[in-house]
């Protein structure tokens, strides 16, 4: 957690030419309630909610949730990493092509549903208004990055931060 006194070190050691501060978008802006398995759980519940009712047919969550974790299988096989990227997209692409259904309309229902969990699943962190309000009254600009957010696209965080109360300005 950030503090007022770890904040005023990282400022006065600052180049005056330094006008931009970045944040990790976790743990220091937002912090998710629940373990990440009960967000992917929820996702792939609503997943198969929306495609059943836009389509009328019906996905099994068993094993839409087996095929999810299988693909992050062989994605950390075919990676160097402890942790393998890769995003929703490319998952929902796969399982599309692997159950012969519509990549398109699995894209947009599947992408909502993930996105729609994220946002039911995160709070501000409580140092977060504190660490902005910090660098607004020093004439800063903040900017929120990750470099944990593989799964979800940069486009999909920058869609997520406004639904926990930031705004542009903030």
């Known amino acids: ?30 912090m998710r309630l629940v373990p990440s398995e009960q967000v992917v759980h929820i996702a792939i519940k609503n997943l198969c909610e929306r ?40 998952w929902l692409k796969r399982l599309a092509a692997d159950r012969s259904l519509s990549a398109e309309m699995l894209l947009d229902i599947g992408l909502q549903a993930e996105f729609d969990a994220e946002v039911l699943c995160l709070k501000k962190a409580a140092s977060a208004d504190m660490a902005l309000s910090f660098v607004k009254d020093r004439g800063l600009m903040a900017i929120a990055v990750s470099d944990t957010w593989m799964i979800i696209s940069q486009r999909a965080v920058g869609r997520i931060i406004p639904f926990v109360g930031y705004t542009s300005s903030a």
């Open 1 to 30: 957690m950030l503090s007022i006194s770890a904040l005023t070190r990282i400022s006065d050691r600052l180049h005056p030419a330094v006008r931009l501060v970045s944040f990790d978008v976790f743990d220091t802006l937002l």
């Open 51 to 90: 495609y059943r009712q836009k389509t009328f047919c019906a996905l099994s969550f068993p094993d839409i949730l087996r095929h999810r974790i299988q693909f992050k299988q062989k994605m950390v096989e075919r990676s160097y990493f402890s942790e393998a990227e890769w995003t929703v997209s490319q």
